[in-house]
């Protein structure tokens, strides 16, 4: 599988009509990870590698005019553990939305393929009005309803349960005169998390703290992406991405 991956390093740039981002993960030694994208005149082919695991799979999309738009996808596994499955779903319709994934993977393997075991992630989205908007996120032992607001910034409100019950606090919204965002997400109470990001147009600034202590700060610089932070141990992951049209 090592060898594969070194070798994909430098074939899929010349094979791929699509993107390709490479890079490297650090934790206890150095792994290098690729993600590649095919594109097709419906869809695209997806292919993801790391030592010990690599996934092939397929998006695609169906436009259903006034009714909405319906999008679908597929991904099969091979590696260390055995094979996993993955199932996405995306669609809407006029104010309702929704967001599903299902899968399943005898054994995580950061940082393509974090999940381990039967996972399943389900959200949906229901626009009131030009200005509100409701969800509901269900996850794998995690519920989560929201309202928000959007009065110049966005400000959303809601509780959740992963366990004992938190309140959920956002805002978003537009910082200085050149069009930056920046966008905050706190959750306190039976689950501790802050997550931000700040996009300055073709630079970005994301970051995760939660508690107990773990979390990551990542730095986009156009096509280059640096991260650093604690899952299950300190790690480093550099990646640079490729587009073509």
Known sequence: MNRLVWLLFFLVPILAQGRLEAGAYLQGGVHPTLEAALALEEGEVLLRLQPGRGALGY????????????????????????????????????????EGRLSYRPQGALPLF??????????????????????????RGRAEATYALREGATYTLGVGAEGPPYLVLGLRGEVGEGGEVLDLALRLGGL???????????????FILSHPPAGSLTL?????????????????????????P
């Open 114 to 139: 974090p999940e381990e075991g039967l996972y399943g992630r389900l959200f949906f989205r229901y626009r009131l009005g030009p200005r509100e908007v409701v969800g509901l996120l269900l996850e």
């Open 192 to 206: 501790n998390r802050l997550e931000g990001g700040l996009y300055l147009g073709q630079a970005s600034l994301l």
């Open 59 to 98: 998006l695609g999309s169906l436009a259903l005019g006034p009714l909405g738009f319906l999008a679908y996808g597929v991904q099969g596994e091979v590696g260390e553990g055995g094979v996993g499955l993955a199932l996405f779903l995306e669609g809407g319709a006029g104010p309702l939305a929704l």
């Open 220 to 244: 986009w610089l156009g096509d280059l992406g640096l991260e650093a932070g604690f899952r299950q141990a300190p790690y480093a992951w550099v990646r640079y991405a490729w587009r073509w």
